[in-house]
């Protein structure tokens, strides 16, 4: 699963979900692959989401293509043990996620056919928490 190697702090703030967040101004378009599975709401996606979704896909296209990972899990999310008392200081680091806005491209797959493309890219979505689209890249004369 992913996590990071290192960060500056061990523990952060846990934030406020905003429900009504921008489009995302980074990382909104299809770069490396083809085809790309965007993000249509705000959430955090947790490492194992991200896992599931990737082995989704890649089982899929029978481990034929090139998939990309566009999203990474560096927040920590702390956790108390069950049955603790009040106190005691912050849980320990128990998951790691990534924040996510609407319009985040999460996934891009090359190497295969758009309806296979399309069928894992509706795979690894049905895997995530957030609604999900499949997106084409835009190549110049297309239109």
Known sequence: MLSPKRTKYRKTHRGRAIPNAKRAQRGNEVSFGDYGLI???NMQISARQIEAARVAMTRHIKRGGKVWIRIFP?????????ETRMGKGKGSPEKWLAAVK???VMFEIAGVDVNLAE???ELAGSKLPVKTKFVVRHHAGWD
């Open 39 to 41: 993000s249509m709401e």
């Open 119 to 121: 069928r894992a890219v």
């Open 102 to 104: 609407p319009g985040t």
């Open 74 to 82: 560096n927040i920590p999310y702390t956790k108390k043990p069950a």
